[in-house]
């Protein structure tokens, strides 16, 4: 069990960290804020270019970890708006949100961090493969969901929705990142050593700020009134996200399609068993919904400690998944 807590104990000491340093004012929530956006900027985008750039395309193209992570995401983002929308009778928009709480990982601010501690510099290429799932298809087809709720009744709302998306993510530093780092890896560049050093040095700020971030962002956050709906968000993000991804890999191998193995194969459920995105309540505040989502992501990070060790402990102790 402690070498279980020797990869999640730093994880969540530096989040302990920044909790404690904007609880007793070394920093402030504005701060945050600010570091937060050179770590979304550059440091995240220059770590996606890096782990891409830096690696044949062989190595970086993994179609089986894609089709079993995204398999998996869809699997519990449609059932979420099901259960959020037909069962629960909430409107379209909340349910968007109730999807994104429950389908969407904290692959930069957590998964990152732990990948790295896991499988070393597998870690960037697992963050990329992640962040492509999370960018080009769950988040796009969230807010398209959340925006056509909110404007009902109005002509043409879902056109605008998908227009808005397509322009939000051409302006991503991430997806540009992700672009040009295959691009470099597609053509077999060598960057020059200056550049590449550069690169290495905003690179490698992103692990520990942003989970210094995350413990800054929850100081002030609260759940009660809303403990149900937190409950069955943080339920479906930390339990049903991974067994929805343990058996899309499981299907599809049973399938004889391409599935992830190995280190892939653990890398793809602990990914889906991260917490929520650690922007999670800031997306929900264009539509008027911080407050629920705000008090997911609390309960959600604070519980994933727990789940996140059990889970790791299981594999461990399971023939195959990590050594």
């Known amino acids: 069990m402690f070498d279980i807590l020797g990869i999640t104990g730093p994880i969540y000491l530096c989040i302990l960290a920044g909790y404690a340093c904007v609880r007793w004012n070394v920093f402030s929530k504005a701060d945050m804020r600010v570091l937060g956006k050179f770590v979304l900027q550059i440091a995240l985008p220059a770590l996606l270019f890096n782990a891409l750039a830096s690696r044949p395309l062989g190595e970086v193209a993994r179609p089986g970890y894609l089709l079993?992570?995204?398999?998996?995401?869809?699997?519990?983002?449609?059932?979420?708006?099901f259960l959020a929308r037909k069962l629960q009778k909430k409107p379209?928009?909340?349910?968007?949100?109730?999807?994104?709480?429950?389908?969407?990982?904290?692959?930069?601010?957590?998964?990152?961090?732990?990948?790295?501690?896991?499988?070393?510099?597998?870690?960037?290429?697992?963050?990329?493969?992640?962040?492509?799932?999370?960018?080009?298809?769950?988040?796009?087809?969230?807010?398209?969901?959340?925006?056509?709720?909110?404007?009902?009744?109005?002509?043409?709302?879902?056109?605008?929705?998908?227009?808005?998306?397509?322009?939000?993510?051409?302006?991503?530093?991430?997806?540009?990142?992700?672009?040009?780092?295959f691009l470099v890896s597609l053509s077999g560049w060598t960057l020059p050593a200056v550049l590449s050093r550069t690169v290495h040095l905003f690179s490698g700020a992103a692990s520990g700020l942003a989970l210094f971030i995350i413990g800054g962002n929850l100081v002030g956050l609260q759940v009660r009134g809303m403990r149900r709906q937190v409950g069955l968000i943080a339920v479906g993000k930390l339990l049903l996200h991974p067994?929805?991804?343990?058996?899309?890999?499981?299907l599809l191998g049973a399938l004889g399609l391409p599935?992830?193995?190995?280190?892939?194969?653990?890398?793809?459920?602990?990914?889906?068993?991260?917490?929520?995105?650690?922007?999670?309540?800031?997306?929900?505040?264009?539509?008027?919904?911080?407050?629920?989502?705000?008090?997911?992501?609390?309960a959600t990070t604070a519980a994933s400690f727990f789940t996140l060790s059990a889970i790791l402990w299981l594999m461990r102790h399971s023939a195959g998944w990590l050594g």
């Open 68 to 81: 079993a992570f995204t398999l998996g995401s869809l699997t519990v983002l449609l059932g979420a708006l």
């Open 92 to 181: 379209l928009t909340e349910s968007a949100y109730v999807a994104m709480g429950m389908s969407c990982s904290n692959s930069g601010y957590i998964g990152y961090p732990m990948m790295l501690l896991l499988f070393g510099p597998l870690g960037g290429v697992i963050l990329a493969l992640n962040l492509i799932v999370e960018n080009l298809i769950k988040l796009p087809l969230l807010f398209t969901v959340a925006d056509a709720g909110a404007h009902q009744g109005e002509p043409r709302s879902l056109v605008q929705s998908l227009r808005q998306t397509g322009e939000r993510l051409a302006r991503n530093p991430m997806i540009v990142g992700i672009v040009l780092g």
């Open 243 to 250: 067994a929805a991804v343990w058996g899309a890999i499981a």
């Open 259 to 298: 599935a992830p193995e190995g280190e892939l194969r653990a890398a793809a459920v602990l990914s889906a068993a991260m917490p929520m995105l650690g922007v999670y309540s800031i997306l929900a505040q264009r539509h008027g919904y911080e407050g629920f989502t705000a008090a997911a992501l609390l």
